[in-house]
């Protein structure tokens, strides 16, 4: 009996102990099912989230960077140019007849007044010749006019006359004067122009041109627009040089009194030759927008020659505001060229640009943008004012660096 009631407890301790256990099993697997339940909430929300912020960051552009550097303080300007001489003179015949002989070939050196070359002309000497004694006959009747006419003077006193008569020959006298003053000037127009069958140079100079020969018809003219006439020789004078050069419109204010230049010519791969500013014609060409500029150079050696070209360089002074951006920073606009910059809170403003200078991969602005300004490279063409973006740190740098 006690055996029993023993075993009964027993039994019963053992239900209330293994009710206990499956109590606290149930409380452990509820609570392991919430945290599962709670993690994959909370698992879910983070993942939305970072896609969510992944996203947005996506949605902001990523744009390279880059800071404006300032340009040099002067630069170089480099037009081509050509070279004449200091004084160039074509020598035309004025008297007709045949070459005679020529004295100096090209490449000679000549001195002022020196003889180039003799005309034959033996028509003119013939007419020469005819109007001195046509002078001669004229101061003959002159002279016997004037003794009639003094005669007559005398007779009037007499009254062995008349007025009339008197008057006649003193206007006869008159008017032979004026033949023979009208004879002299024909010796006078032909003397001068068989002066001019001796050709000659005009100043000391190099002859650079020789159209003629020996026995070739001379037929004498000058140079205009309708005649094919060539010079038969041409003179120049080749101590100093004169270089012209047209500057585009934008530099023209630059080119001032002072300035200096450097030419460089291709048959002189190694030498330089300096050139000094004379003077411009003060006009811009409407057909080119170009200003013509004159400047000088020495040519003691006559290493320049007339005719060549060159290259003539400028270097200018450049103005303090001028910096430089990559060409590909600009954006062509309706309201004109535009470069974009951001700001520190990584926003976007658009700015008008004045191109001072194309360089290629580069350009010179005056004004729109400074040197503190960080400027977008390469925009995308749909950006606009106020836009939010994000700078990529790895292409940040200066324009050169481009």
Known sequence: MHDTQ????QHKNHEKQENHRLKWV????????????????????????TVKK?????????????????????????????????????????????????????????????ILGLIDAPDLDQQYAAAKASLATAAAQRALAQTTSDRWQK?????????????????????????EHEASAEVDRLRALIGFKQLVAPFDGVVTGRATDIGALIIGGTSN??????????VSDIHKMRVYVNVPQAYAAQIKPGITAVLHLPEYP????????????HAVTPASGTMLVQMAAE?????????????????????????????????FRQEGMTVATIDAQNHVHLHIIKITRDLGRQIELAGGISRSDRVIDSPMDDIAENDLVRPDSKSDGAAHDK
Request: proline share 6%; with cysteine; net charge negative.
């Open 6 to 9: 023993d075993a009964k407890a």
């Open 26 to 49: 149930g409380i452990i697997t509820l609570c392991v099912l919430v945290g599962v339940a709670g993690y994959g909430i909370y698992s879910r929300y983070q993942t939305e989230h």
């Open 54 to 114: 992944w996203t947005e960051n996506e949605a902001i552009p990523s744009v390279a960077v880059i800071s404006p550097t300032e340009a040099p303080g002067t630069s170089t300007l480099t037009l081509p140019g050509r070279v004449n001489a200091w004084y160039q003179a074509p020598v035309y015949a004025r008297t007709s007849g045949y070459l005679k002989i020529w004295y100096t070939d090209i490449g000679a050196s000549v001195k002022t007044g020196q």
């Open 155 to 179: 007779l009037i006193a007499e009254d062995a006359v008349s007025q009339q008569e008197a008057d006649e020959k003193k206007a006869n006298y008159a008017a032979r004067v004026a033949m």
């Open 225 to 234: 627009a309708n005649n094919a006439q060539q010079p038969l020789f041409t």
């Open 270 to 281: 190694d030498r330089t030759f300096h050139a000094t500013y004379v003077d411009t014609n």
């Open 299 to 331: 040519n003691a050696d006559h290493a320049l020659k007339p005719g060549s070209y060159t290259q003539v360089e400028f270097t200018l002074p450049t103005p303090s505001n001028i910096v430089r951006v990559p060409a590909s920073a600009v954006l």
